[in-house]
């Protein structure tokens, strides 16, 4: 029965991904300690593998569309924060590649994909509200960026792995996840500056 509900939730996912979302985009998959089935657009740790390639462009037209969607909340937590719009939009895209209903296995919730904790100590009561959701992750990431004093590469690994693991290893943690990611981030905002 546990097989049939996986196989009936991958098939309600990708029909929502092929027929209404007109943006292309692979879909990788892993399986969790537990058994649960993970989908995603955007595969952040080395767990998760190819499990359905689509035809398009890779999803860059969901990338502009969100880019254009969430301009204005950007620009204005960008003036506020006084963090780069560009380096908020990297964030994004690398965290949830522009979903607002994203969620990680993990427990991080919408586009910037702040955990519970920390939407706690931010004020977010809604993480799916896309003010919030960027006002609060913008507002976390300029703290992480003025504790490392700047250096973006530290402040995007606390962003992700937390600043314990950073202190831990006094750097990037060795986690493939979070080098991926810092190295995601940072190309995509090299790209785009």
């Known amino acids: 029965m546990k097989t049939f509900s996986v196989f009936i939730a991958a098939a309600v996912f990708l029909i929502n991904i092929i027929y209404l979302n007109p943006a292309a985009a692979d879909i990788y998959m892993r399986v969790g300690k537990n058994g649960t089935v993970h989908f995603s657009n955007v595969p952040v740790s080395s767990g998760y593998n190819l499990y359905m390639r689509t035809e398009g462009n890779g999803g860059n037209n969901l990338n502009n569309y969100g880019h254009i969607l969430y301009k204005n909340i950007i620009l204005k937590a960008s003036k506020k924060y006084n963090v780069s719009p560009k380096l908020i939009e990297a964030v994004i895209k690398a965290e949830s590649g ?16 702040l955990m519970p904790q920390t939407q706690r ?13 960027i006002y609060g ?8 960026i003025a504790k490392y004093r700047g250096n973006l590469p530290l402040a995007l ?11 831990k290893y006094g750097g990037i943690p ?8 810092v190295n995601e981030v940072m190309e995509y905002y090299k790209e785009n500056k």
């Open 137 to 144: 992750g913008t507002e976390y990431l300029k703290s992480l």
């Open 157 to 167: 690994a606390a962003y992700n792995a937390g600043s314990k693991a950073v202190k």
């Open 121 to 133: 100590t931010l004020d977010v009561t809604d993480p799916f509200n896309p003010s919030q959701n």
């Open 98 to 113: 522009f979903n607002i209903k994203a969620v990680s296995d993990k427990g991080a919730e919408g586009l910037m994909q």
């Open 174 to 181: 060795p986690y493939d996840e979070t080098r991926n990611y």
